[in-house]
């Protein structure tokens, strides 16, 4: 089944303590995505990719980081959580980086991350 | 200026009614448009991708104005599943690269 895959689903975790939220799709998609979901905001963009090895910031990347080793994987590392980044994170890819293709994003579950 | 903007509702409507939702975007340049449907802290699902001919898929019709930086979802005959935040969302290149931007999302109700 085609799909991307996110976890944890749930998290809580204390200040400062490094953590990484995983996100896999088997759809040998180009594009990947990170999101930020806050009461109000909508969702905001943190950083995307447009292949292996070719990141770039979003809307809100401070306290995050990503990798692009694989095509398949794009984990969002936060060294340092701080409260302010509790929130409701998606992963999202799509086939390509065509943007006038009107190609859809698929998501994942999403992760619901507390820091305490 | 956001973006994307879109009215937050919330749309209280009784089923049977037919409801607009509008969006404008302020980047010109952009290339793609959407609109996605999210149900209560779930992951975003795709309604349909609005072209500027226009497109329907059953009670739903999407407009965009290239013109005007508008977008349009109408909705006809709604039902209580239709309860869901509709997000717009519009994808292209601007000053800060290649980016995908949500509007805040339209609240909808609708009620027996």
């Known amino acids: 089944e085609a799909q991307v895959t996110q976890n944890p689903r749930y998290l809580i975790t204390v200040t400062g303590k490094k953590l990484t939220v995983t996100c896999s799709q088997n759809m040998n998609h180009e594009y990947m995505s990170w999101y930020r979901q806050d009461p109000g905001l909508g969702l905001r963009q943190i950083y995307y990719s447009m292949n292996v090895e070719v990141t770039d910031k979003g809307d809100v990347p401070e306290g995050y980081k990503v990798s692009r080793k694989e095509k398949r994987n794009f984990p969002l590392i936060l060294e340092s959580p701080s409260p302010n980044q509790t929130s409701l994170y998606f992963c999202?890819?799509?086939?390509?980086?065509?943007?006038?293709?009107?190609?859809?994003?698929?998501f994942g579950s999403g992760t619901q991350l507390s820091v305490l | 200026r956001k973006e994307v903007e879109q009215d937050p509702g919330p749309f209280n409507v009784p089923e049977g009614a037919t409801v607009a939702f509008n969006c404008t975007y302020s980047?010109?340049?952009?290339?793609?448009f959407f609109w996605y449907r999210q149900d209560c802290r779930k992951e975003p699902k795709l309604l349909m991708s609005?072209?500027?001919s226009g497109n329907e898929d059953g009670r739903f019709t999407a407009q965009l104005n290239r013109a005007s930086q508008y977008i349009s979802l109408l909705i006809r005959d709604s039902k209580l599943s239709d309860s869901a935040t509709y997000l717009c969302?519009?994808?292209?290149?601007?000053?800060?690269?290649?980016?995908?931007?949500f509007g805040a999302g339209t609240r909808l109700f609708v009620k027996a």
């Open positions: 609005v072209y500027s």
């Open positions: 980047n010109s340049a952009s290339q793609s």
């Open positions: 999202a890819s799509s086939l390509s980086t065509s943007f006038a293709a009107n190609e859809k994003l698929f």
């Open positions: 969302v519009v994808r292209g290149v601007n000053t800060g690269g290649f980016k995908t931007i």
